[in-house]
C-alpha cells in the first residue's frame, strides 16, 4: 500500500479513536461548540478545514559533504521555524527510516501555489536535497494548535 495512504489512514483513525474516547468520557456533559475558536481557526460547520500536505521526498542531490549536509539541515531547521511562526507550517515532522520520503508538512494555506512559493524558501529544496510532491487535504482546524502546545512539551530547540 502507498505509505501516504497508510499515513492518512493512521491520521483519521486517530481522529476517530480519539473522537470514541471524547464521546465516551462526554456521556454525561455535552461539548459546547465554541464559535470563537471555530472562527480564529477557521474552522467550517463540521470544525474542519483545508490544508496543503507537502510530502519531502529525497531529492538529486544528495552526495554532500558531512559539513554541507549539516549547514544545509540548520538551515532547513531555520526555515521551518521561520514558516511556523509565520502560522503558514501548522505540522512537520522526518519519517523513520532511511526510504525516499522524508518527511511531511502541513501548510495552512489557501492554495497549492501558496504552498509551492513556500516550499520554495526551503534551503533543502533549493540545493536539490529534497523534493515536494503537494496535495490539498481536509482535516480537523484544530490542528491549528499544534504549534502553540508545541512549544509548552520541548525542553530543546530544534532550531537552535
Known sequence: MN?????VFFLLSCFASHAQAE?????SQEIAYNAEKAKKYGADDYGMKKYVFAFLKRGPNRDLSKEKATELQAAHMQNIGKMAQEGKLVLAGPFFGNDDLRGIYIFDVESLEEA???????????????????????????LKEVNEIGQTLAKKSIVD
Open 116 to 142: 509551492k512559493a513556500l516550499t520554495e524558501t526551503d534551503p533543502a529544496i533549493q540545493a536539490g536535497s529534497l523534493v515536494m510532491e503537494l496535495k490539498e487535504w481536509y482535516g480537523s482546524a484544530a
Open 3 to 7: 505509505p501516504r495512504l497508510i499515513f
Open 23 to 27: 464521546a465516551e468520557n462526554t456521556t
